[in-house]
């Protein structure tokens, strides 16, 4: 026993000192942020200065509050829709066996392979032609469908190891439809594959402006990130850094709050978990 | 002499627009430069009358007050570039909506601002689907050839007060003999040194030829002092460099240099060309450019500058500010364009367009109609909105009777104002050409090339992209 | 074996992600193939050139070039990430009470935007004031870092970041296998006398099968697409020594304008990450199926 707790310290001690180095570039950008918008000097002098100027700034400059509202409704609504989806296809290509099953599987699959870079102006046409051009369902879409591939993928596997099939065929000889199975049965056993979705999607639509830069031109629509970009310097505005860290902290500061809220959530999902027999 | 320097743009815009032309399905008309072709600073003597018959008789100039407001609310979109300026308030960003609708309360402008790249892309992308922005600022000659041969952007030849701004500078934005943009102003590339290191070192004079150059990297570098900083890891910048440069080393000998590239007389791989990159390539050989520049970028390297580590950055006016900004040292500043030219060359220096304000041909009447207001309205000497580009402009006003308020620029200017000068290198080159050199550049830079290499390079991608 | 009307009813689940799929992802790189073999510009008339553009890519170098850089990141990211991740993942998942907290904080470079992690980044490799050049003058060494400047370095220095970001999220889902690991297998090999090491390498490992599959897929996929980190971080630079598939496609088109070849090389990566993620799949699917 004595041993183990040894080792339990020094685990903790030495995790304590990776993480600091593991987040200290985090740490240099928020010393940075509370420096004078000028200052780029030395910035591993870590909080010696305490100005706010480059907060007010930002905070200005991105249009806070719109760009946030903006932001939370795109994101919701494309993770909404990605989980809807997702877990619906993802439900059906694990239960259709067969040639047709793995047809789908692979159809989906292979979304992967292509990136937004492969093919901007075909996607821009598509959207312009459906009339969505400038409205924030255009981002929606994008989202949601870039997504889809791994999201079907994951879920799809969590699907075949995590819910036992014996359950649903029980509950079809009961007389459970197929929508009340996946309603009732599947949705509740798949949690945890949900919420690692909810995370390794959410979190990169929330960061992403490249869709949102292609098809959102009003200010007024523009989500947090998007309006990151303008305080990106080119040959003759150079870039203000200082004003961009604030800026990054209070639009990564929504996230992390809500990141610390559903931690635990998550935490609690992944450890009871409803996949363990 | 002088006159020559405009004429090779000109006949590169002309090559270019007929190898435009010749893809097929082209229907649109063929887009002929516009005849003029002077240095900036000739424009007085030779806008001449004979020209000036030829256009339309310009529009009356109507006075602000007379300006009335459009029948029904509009709103306009404008497009520029970021402007991560530190000001609370930046002209495109906030001055010209707010002022405009006070004016004009039926006119709303919304401004989409992106990164360089991307804002290229997406302007075409927009007028190629059918929906370009109403008002956007754009670059001249070559770059907006594709642009106006699309017939996207309006011809504003009749715009009353195209006048008042400096005749070579507008007539960089015309083809064909019709004017498509209102010229914003100018800036140039230049060599922001540190008085006090020079003074030190025992530099007196500023170098008049490239050998002087290299004897005042040599003085520095004897003092201590690290001669210049570069933030190469933002491959543009090496731009700075080259083409003050090759100002000197190239253009004196033939004027038509560039336009001479669309029919094959000249190439890249000349040896005015091997010897500019060569000249730049020895700074970093012999140990004058500070080390492992391929890791600092452009804003580290200006703060560099401002701290007192380097005697010398290149640069250009837009960096004004930041040059001037209080670094770790306190230090005079001053500016000069590194000669190209060998000791009996002719001393050339650099000095360019810098955007121009390009209106849609593709919105419906209102639009355009809500657009000369804005434009008859920003460009009217007594609008509280010219007021306010004046003043915060960082480019160099071409605008009569106004003149710019920084006093070192004036001064620069009036330095040179004898000698020749030239546009950006890359304005008459397709776009593609000076990824090409500042990318190579780099593999010079780290060992891996030599200046012949990156001189191949640019010829390869000039003929890739002009076939 | 599902009846008829139940494949009918899984069909339709299909619907929704199949119009959305179908529409905004199939038919745009269907397109993108189309103007591979045009010299579009982006704007204006083009013509059709065959196979002109390809051959271009090939007799340039580009398509070597940008393979070639593709596949080290990847291997890098995959080989690399997946290590860290797992790694970390089991010490997380040992009995330490401040668990909790490591787990939370580990997350946190995920949460940010990439530009902004990029920008940090460049501040950590910069030479002279970078923290790593710090940190060499703090033991009296006078270590210059030029990662990012350097040939040979740059593109390993660019995936390392993007290792970094992605360990958060790599760790999660290898937390999520291991949690879902059977207590009484586990249990079963403490009992028979299996070391730490032991029960890792013969018990664990092959039970997470399928989250390796997850993750290296992930890594694979991630490296494939590498765009973000080469674009801000080194440009591709320096020379081309960092340009990656998708960042030279992203360059033809965007900064040189030549549409058709950027649309040529999409298609060229487009069947080389299919081959590649093919063969890649079916290899970790057979060990799967073995363990």
Excluded at chain 2, 63 to 74: F, H, K
Excluded at chain 2, 310 to 320: L, Q, R
Aim: aromatic share 14%; proline share 4%; charged share 20%.
């Amino acid at each position: 026993m004595k041993k183990s707790k040894r080792s339990e310290v020094a685990v903790t001690i030495g995790l304590t000192l990776f993480f600091l180095i593991f987040l200290s570039p985090i740490l240099i950008a928020f010393s940075a942020s509370f420096r004078h918008v000028d200052d780029t000097s030395n910035y591993l002098k870590l909080f010696q200065y305490f100005c706010l100027d480059s907060y007010r700034l930002a905070f200005g400059k991105l249009n806070y509050f719109r760009s946030l509202k903006n932001s939370i409704l795109i994101t919701t609504s494309s993770v909404f829709l990605l989980l809807l989806f997702s877990s619906m296809a993802g439900y059906a290509v694990a239960r259709l066996k067969g040639k047709l099953g793995s047809f789908f599987q692979i159809f989906f699959l292979s979304g992967m392979i292509v990136s937004a870079q492969m093919s901007i102006i075909p996607m821009y046409r598509i959207i312009n032609g459906l009339g969505l051009s400038n409205t924030r369902v255009a981002p929606v879409c994008m989202y949601v469908t870039a997504a889809l591939p791994f999201s079907i993928f994951l879920y799809t596997n969590f699907v075949k190891s995590g819910v036992p099939y014996t359950l649903e065929e029980a509950a079809r000889i009961d007389g459970a439809k197929i929508p009340y199975i996946y309603a009732r049965i599947v949705i509740p056993l798949t949690k945890p594959a949900l919420s690692s979705l909810v995370i390794t999607q959410g979190v990169p639509i929330w960061n992403d402006f490249f869709f949102a830069m292609l098809f959102l031109s009003s200010p007024t629509k523009k989500t947090l990130p998007l309006q990151m970009l303008n305080f990106i310097g080119d040959m003759e505005n150079a870039t203000q850094w200082n004003m961009l860290f604030a800026a990054c902290m209070v639009s990564a500061l929504p996230i992390l709050i809500i990141y610390s809220f559903l931690q635990r959530y998550f935490v609690a999902g992944l450890t009871v978990g409803a996949v363990k027999e | 002499m002088k006159r020559k320097v405009m004429s090779l743009l000109m006949a590169a815009v002309m090559t270019a627009s007929l190898i435009g032309c010749g893809s097929a399905g082209t229907d649109t008309p063929d887009v002929e430069p516009a005849a003029p072709a002077e240095t900036i600073e000739e424009v007085e003597e030779t806008t001449d009358a004979a020209e000036e018959a030829d256009k339309p008789a310009p529009k009356e100039v109507v006075g602000i007050d007379a300006l009335e407001d459009v029948s029904e609310p509009v709103t306009l979109s404008l497009m520029v570039t970021t402007r991560p300026s530190t000001d609370s308030k930046d002209f495109f960003l906030d001055w010209l909506p707010e002022l405009v609708h006070e004016k004009f309360p039926n006119i709303t402008i919304e401004v989409e601002q992106l990164p360089t790249d991307e804002y290229k892309q997406t302007v075409r992308m927009k007028y190629a689907s059918g929906e370009g922005p109403d008002l956007f600022t754009w670059w001249p000659q070559l770059q907006a050839v594709d642009l106006v041969e699309a017939g996207y952007v309006r011809d504003i030849s009749d715009f009353s007060l195209l006048g008042k701004f400096d005749q070579s500078i507008a007539d960089l934005y015309a083809f064909d003999g019709k004017n498509y943009g209102v010229p914003l102003g100018t800036s140039f590339l230049t060599t922001w040194y540190n008085k006090d290191m020079f003074a030190d070192a025992g530099v007196t004079e500023l170098p008049q030829n490239y050998d002087e150059f290299v004897e005042v990297c040599e003085k520095l570098k004897a003092k201590g002092y690290t001669p210049i900083v570069c933030g190469d890891k933002d491959a543009f910048v090496i731009q700075y460099g080259v083409y003050q440069l090759g100002a000197g080393a190239i253009y004196p000998d033939n004027i038509d240099f560039d336009a001479q590239l669309f029919t094959g007389e000249t190439k890249f791989t000349d040896d005015v060309w091997v010897d500019t990159v060569t000249k730049f390539a020895n700074l970093y050989e012999k140990g004058y450019v500070m080390e492992n520049t391929l890791g600092i970028s452009q804003q580290q390297s200006r703060q560099s500058f401002i701290d007192g580590e380097a005697a010398m950055i290149f640069d250009g006016s837009f960096g004004y500010a930041a040059m001037m900004a209080e670094g770790a040292a306190d230090f005079e500043r001053g500016m000069f364009c590194i000669p190209g030219n060998d000791p009996d060359g002719e001393y050339y220096y650099n000095w360019t367009p810098a955007n121009a304000l390009f209106t849609s041909n593709i919105s419906d009447e209102l639009h355009k109609q809500a657009c000369d207001l804005v434009m008859q309205y920003w460009f009217n000497e007594e609008s509280p909105l010219f007021e306010k580009w004046v003043e915060n402009t960082t480019d160099i006003i071409c605008y009569e009777g106004v003149e710019d308020p920084r006093e070192m620029i004036n001064e620069y200017l009036d330095r040179y104002k004898d000698s020749t000068n030239l546009y950006n290198l890359n304005n008459a080159w397709p776009e593609g050409v000076s990824d090409a050199l500042t990318t190579k550049f780099q593999n010079v830079i780290t060992g891996d090339a030599t200046p012949e290499e990156v001189c191949e390079q640019m010829q390869m991608k000039f003929e890739e992209v002009t076939e | 074996m599902p009846t008829k009307k139940v494949r009918k009813v899984l069909l339709c689940f299909l619907i929704p992600a199949l119009l959305f799929y179908v529409i905004f992802w199939v038919t745009p790189v269907l397109m993108s193939f189309y103007y591979g073999v045009t010299n579009w510009k982006g704007v204006g008339d083009y013509d059709f050139v065959g196979l002109k553009n390809y051959r271009f890519l090939i007799k340039q170098g580009t398509l070597s070039n940008a393979l070639f850089n593709t596949i080290k990141y990847t291997l890098f990211v995959v080989i690399w990430g997946n290590l860290q991740a797992l790694t970390l993942a089991m010490i997380l998942n040992m009995k330490i009470k401040a668990k909790g907290a490591f787990r939370t904080i580990f997350y946190i470079p995920a949460l940010f935007s990439t530009i902004v992690i990029a920008f940090i980044w460049s501040y950590v490799y910069a030479p002279y004031d970078g923290l790593l050049s710090e940190i060499g003058r703090l033991f009296g060494s006078g270590y210059v870092s030029n990662l990012l400047g350097e040939k040979a370095t740059s593109l390993f220095a660019t995936a390392f970041v993007e290792t970094w970001k992605t360990s958060g999220t790599m760790t999660i889902i290898y937390l999520a296998g291991l949690q879902n690991l059977s207590e009484e297998v586990l249990e079963s090999a403490r009992i028979d006398g299996c070391s730490a090491w032991q029960s890792i390498r013969y018990v664990k490992i092959p039970m997470l099968a399928n989250t390796i599959t997850v993750n290296v897929m992930l890594g694979l996929i991630g490296g494939f697409k590498s765009f973000d980190y080469i674009f801000a971080l080194t440009g591709g630079g320096p020379g081309t020594s960092s340009s990656t598939l998708m960042y030279t496609i992203y360059k033809m088109a965007f900064v040189e304008m030549q549409y058709g070849k950027a649309e040529a090389l999409a298609a060229c990566a487009f069947v080389f990450i299919l081959i590649i993620s093919t063969i890649t799949l079916g290899m970790m699917k057979r060990k799967e199926l073995e363990a």
